[in-house]
């Protein structure tokens, strides 16, 4: 009942800033992904965030006291929904005192993590109000693309945290692998089994990402669409609304275009994305984004600049659309629409 009444309050605060920036036409960064660490555990063969394999060499992360700081700049700006990304977080030995840090600033802290280091931080994993665990399919499926022997840790990190009462939720990235029946009924069982839900992400290419044989051709990424709606209807567990899948199927142009032209936006009568404007990217160097499929590296620096100026540059960035369903979703979280409300409903409430 507490843990319900606290998030409640969590997700008030969030929509009292959404409805700010709405109202005042103020860009507030409401939401933030933060890169807490270039150090991974794992080397998923599309990872978007090895970029230039940095997490071979990895250059110096954030200090503690730098991310501290930070975590004070951004909840100043009006940040009250931090998700905390790498890397691998959980390889921070100071990850406990930072997911208490923004939960003492009152933020809604999101954990984004391969799941491998569960059980050792599970006391600092237990303060985080929703655990994103990343999975692809089927084990043959998840440990091709993301390494062997990974599928077995991801889901035991998925066993420790229902065993504990951690929410959660499976993220899965679409490539040729698995877009199909069979890995979407095996994440709706996963989901099932272990209590929480799943989703897929639209894959973001750059063109250091080892993903060429992984890369759904367009035609097939609609047909996928098609069926993770056919199939959330049968086995539900599908954490993307209906809403945000139609448009994804009905996008008017090839599934990863971006339209960058605000008139072209309002020709097509499509929806304008708020990244950029109430949600952006800090990377593990400092570089602050609107998102990462505008391109990496394509703003300041929060370690040079402080996050204020950061923050106020990317406004050249806004105006645009995508059919990235995460983004999709994300834009209607941040814009209030009603079944995105519903979406927050039943990942606390259910
Ligand atoms: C960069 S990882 C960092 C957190 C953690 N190490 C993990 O594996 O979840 C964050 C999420 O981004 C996803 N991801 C990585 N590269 C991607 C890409 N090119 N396109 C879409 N999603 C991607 C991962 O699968 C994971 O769910």
């Known amino acids: 009942m507490m843990d319900k009444l606290t998030h409640g309050i ?14 005042t036409g103020k860009r507030i960064p409401v939401t933030v992904s933060l890169h807490v660490t270039n150090k991974c555990n794992m080397r998923c063969r599309y990872c978007y965030a090895n970029f230039e394999a940095r997490f071979d060499n990895p250059p110096d992360d954030f200090t503690t ?7 004070d700049e951004i ?21 406990g005192f930072i997911i208490r840090y923004i939960k003492k600033k009152g933020m809604l802290c999101e954990l984004v993590t391969n799941g491998t280091l569960l059980a050792q931080r599970l006391d600092d994993v237990k303060n985080v109000d929703l655990t994103c665990v990343s999975l692809d399919g089927p084990k043959a499926v998840n440990d091709a693309i993301r390494g062997k022997g990974t599928y077995d840790l991801a889901v035991n990190g998925l066993k ?8 959660t939720r499976i993220h899965a990235t679409i490539t040729t692998l698995n877009n199909n029946a069979k890995s979407i009924k095996h994440l709706a069982y996963l989901a099932a089994k272990f209590n929480t839900t799943f ?39 599908n ?35 708020h990244v950029g404007e109430r949600y952006c990217y ?5 570089y602050a984004y609107p998102c990462i499929v505008q391109g990496i590296k394509k703003g300041l620096n ?22 990235y369903v995460q983004y999709m979703e994300l834009n209607d979280v941040l814009d209030m629409a009603w079944h995105s409300i519903m979406l927050g409903f039943n990942v606390f409430f259910k």
């Open 10 to 23: 969590l997700l008030a605060r969030i929509a009292k800033q959404i409805f700010v920036s709405k109202v």
């Open 65 to 71: 006291l730098e991310l501290i700081s930070l975590i």
């Open 75 to 95: 909840h100043a700006e009006g940040c009250r929904w931090v998700i905390l990304l790498g890397g691998e977080p959980l390889m921070r030995d100071d990850i």
């Open 160 to 167: 420790i945290a229902k065993d504990h009462g951690i929410k």
């Open 199 to 237: 989703g897929f992400s639209s894959p973001i290419l750059h063109e250091y990402n080892e993903i060429d044989e992984l890369q759904v051709p367009p035609e097939d990424m609609v047909k996928f669409w098609k069926l993770l709606k056919t199939l959330k209807t049968k086995y539900g567990r």
């Open 239 to 273: 954490y993307y609304t209906y809403h945000a899948l139609d448009r994804a199927i009905s996008w008017p142009l090839a599934p990863l275009d971006v339209i960058k032209d605000m008139d072209r936006v309002c020709e097509l009568g499509l929806d304008k994305c």
């Open 282 to 286: 800090i990377d593990s160097e400092g």
């Open 302 to 323: 929060v370690k040079k600049v402080g996050f204020k100026k950061a923050w106020d540059y990317l406004a050249r960035f806004t105006c645009h659309a995508c059919a």
